[in-house]
């Protein structure tokens, strides 16, 4: 089996999860400003997967555009971009995942977001540009599951956003059997409702904003 490598990726993978930050973040002029900057710095099929969301997010009003995200996100479970929230579900364990993420980010100098959760897939992604690639590529790939229920949930409703996932998801070592059948089997029954069931990720490393105008 051909080894996944990332030694040629390092600096293509930051632009990627920047991108994918900004476009799977809550939408603003800024945001999709800067999006559309880096779009420049990424090649091949991965800029047309994000170039897929931006374009889509830009057509629309900004207030179209904001309750397209609010809709897709904040309104529906399956399609959450809060990591834990696949891991450990809506029990005791979840804090302590969050914490996790917190720490990693101490860890690597960085302190957590005061605005955001520190599970936010957007807030992972940005830490993994911008901060630590390696410590944020391995957050992330330990969390390769939830990412894979996410983007099926996205790409079975035709959401643009699937695409920025799936984007995201070509900087991560393939899916091992085991995380494909979990991930089916997370899409089937939800996460973990008591501390019983899927076992949440043991990480060694790692509020909600206010919408406005929605």
């Known amino acids: 089996m051909k080894l996944f490598s990332r030694t040629r990726n390092a600096m293509a993978d930051r632009a990627v999860w920047q991108c994918a930050s900004l476009l799977l973040s809550y939408p603003d002029a800024d945001r999709l400003r800067f999006a559309a900057e880096l779009l420049e710095h990424v ?3 991965v800029r047309q997967q994000l ?4 374009t889509a997010i830009t057509v629309l009003e900004p207030m179209q555009a904001a309750q397209l995200y609010v809709e897709t996100f904040d309104l ?3 399609a959450t971009l809060y990591l834990t929230y696949w891991t450990a579900g809506d029990t005791r364990n979840r804090g302590q995942a969050m914490l996790a993420f917190a720490q990693a ?8 977001p005061t605005d955001e959760a520190p599970d936010h897939l957007a807030v992972v992604l940005e830490f993994a540009a911008t901060t630590d690639a390696e410590l944020g590529r391995r957050l992330l790939a330990a969390h390769r599951t939830p990412l894979d229920v996410v983007h099926r949930a996205l790409r079975d409703t035709g959401s643009p956003y699937a695409s920025a996932v799936a984007a995201v998801l070509t900087t991560l070592p393939p899916a091992s059997d085991d995380e494909t059948r979990r991930a089916q089997r997370l899409a089937a029954d939800g996460p973990p409702a008591e501390a019983v069931g899927l076992e949440p990720f043991t990480l060694t490393v790692p509020p909600r904003r206010a919408p406005e105008g929605v």
């Open 76 to 78: 529906r479970r399956r």
């Open 105 to 112: 980010y101490r860890d690597a100098g960085a302190a957590p």
């Open 51 to 54: 170039q897929q969301t931006f």
């Open 43 to 45: 090649e091949g099929v």
